[in-house]
């Protein structure tokens, strides 16, 4: 696993998992044409269909429509159904709620580098995104601690959440999405496990 790559490419699908995904920052985020490229190798069938998804998406015509209706169903949800909780707290509480011990948890890891979330107390911090994002960090800053953040916070859930969204999403920005950070925490998981050994 090229985890110096990581510190590149996680902020920008955490980004992507994170952001609202407005007709200007989907326009900006296809005209970049970063899928086609991702510094990042994978032996994963996952990863290769992920990224020819993505692919596909950013060479298209982007259908932003389609990308925000499917972003509403997927993470908003219709009449408070949400078909994808994209927080820690919904996977690995004892019964699916937020604002949970899982949301401290993550919120202490932050503090401890003085990151600040910018929808502190609006939203839940145990967002896979900004975990994401927050393993990037660390891999740059701190990769020792990028590993036990991984371990505690993101390993537990990542699976169940990446098979849901993969499942249930309709575009392939977010199938593709969905299908290439399943294989890249996959590759870490794995490469986290042996080094224990």
Not at 129 to 157: Q, T, V
Not at 168 to 175: C, W
Request: hydrophobic share 40%.
């Amino acid at each position: 696993m090229n985890r110096e790559h990581l510190s590149i490419i996680l902020p920008v699908l955490g980004k992507l998992l994170y952001s609202y995904p407005t007709r200007d920052f989907l326009a900006k985020t296809r005209e970049a044409q970063l899928f086609g490229d991702i510094p990042y190798i994978s032996g994963s069938e996952a990863f290769a269909e992920g990224q020819k998804l993505l692919e596909e998406w950013e060479t298209s015509d982007g259908a932003y429509d389609a990308c925000i209706s499917d972003y509403q169903d997927l993470f908003v949800g219709v009449r408070d159904r949400v078909k994808v909780p994209i927080w820690e707290s919904f996977f690995t509480a004892p019964e699916p709620m937020m604002f949970t011990d899982s949301t401290l948890k993550a919120r202490l890891w932050y503090d401890r580098y003085g990151m600040e979330i910018k929808n502190i107390r609006h939203e839940p911090d145990d967002h896979m995104g900004i975990e994401l994002m927050f393993l990037a960090y660390l891999l740059d800053k701190d990769p020792e601690n990028a590993e036990k953040f991984f371990s505690d916070r993101i390993a537990p859930w990542y699976a169940k959440l990446f098979e849901c969204m993969a499942s249930n999403a309709v575009t392939p920005l977010y199938r593709g999405l969905a299908l290439l950070l399943y294989a890249i925490c996959e590759d870490f998981d794995k490469a986290v496990a042996a080094k224990a050994r």
